[in-house]
């Protein structure tokens, strides 16, 4: 009996969360977000926009691939991807958690020049560079539509706000340089990480990202240096108590994680 209530409790977990992908942006954005809209003499703060205000007809039905692809990509972008992870794995809340690198106001930014590419880079191409390097995948072609679907949807993301304070939280927190201890990471990761990310960093797709191992990310993203995970970790995870991880802790554990195996970048793509 209490087996079976066991099971039915982790059933409509999963359902809950499963629905909450499928609607696009999580349904915790609203208590996320909804608390800073209130006046406060500065004008109302910006607020996360509504799946359900996006425009019906062709350009609407692209904002919309564009969210199902960002937050379920090797569902909806699969011949490009086989890797477990979706741009939601990182930019988490379908791209508007703040310090989780948020596509909100980026389309502003390009074109941009891009020290790893070596030359000016347009939107597309940043999204390329994710493609090959964060989702272990191949470039999307440029003009396609999957691509134009992820540039409307980032760009409805980025919509004025007439009469709202700016989006806060662009790109990852800044963390000082600290020494890593991978052992002592090793703790963090069993007590903190792995109840969702798996003993063996395996993650349970597509709910919880594989964080090593053949789904993961490849060794070409940027994820893949300790520092910057040290820092998307270190505000964004655990995922359930975000804040709890010392900047030392996360730089520890993030060190763990990057003496684990991952998929090699193709350096077939590297002018990405
Ligand atoms: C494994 C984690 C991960 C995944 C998956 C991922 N990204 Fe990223 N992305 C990052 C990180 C980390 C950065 C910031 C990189 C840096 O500073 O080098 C970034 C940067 C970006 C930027 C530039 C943002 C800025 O602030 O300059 C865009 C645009 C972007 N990603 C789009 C995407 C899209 C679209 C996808 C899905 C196709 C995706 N990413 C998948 C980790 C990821
Ligand atoms: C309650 C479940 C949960 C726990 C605990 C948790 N995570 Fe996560 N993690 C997630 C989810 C879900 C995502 C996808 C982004 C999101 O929705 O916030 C994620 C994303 C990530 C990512 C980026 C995605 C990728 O593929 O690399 C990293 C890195 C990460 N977690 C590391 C950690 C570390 C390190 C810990 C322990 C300190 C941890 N997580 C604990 C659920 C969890």
Redesign the pocket.
Known sequence: MAKKLGAAVILLTVAVYVGAIVAGLHVKNFSLFEIGTKPDGKGMAWKAPLLSSIPNGPHGDSIRRGSL??NE?RLY?SGYTHAK???G???AQGGIQPYA?P?VD?PA?FPMYNPRAGHVIS?KD??QE??VR??SGKPIPSNGQEMQA?VDY?NWLSQPQPGRRPFVG???IHLPDLKPDPKHGADVYASQCAGCHGDHGEGLAPLFPPLWGPDS?NDG???DSIQ?MAA?VQHNMPQNRMGILSPQDAYDVSAFIHQQPRPAFNPAYKSF
Do not use: N, P, Q, Y
């Open positions: 692809i960002f990509t972008a992870v979706s741009c794995s990182c930019h690198s596509m980026i930014l939107l940043r999204i994710c493609f964060s989702e992820l980032i662009r790109g990852l990310f993203a940027g994820m910057k998307f």
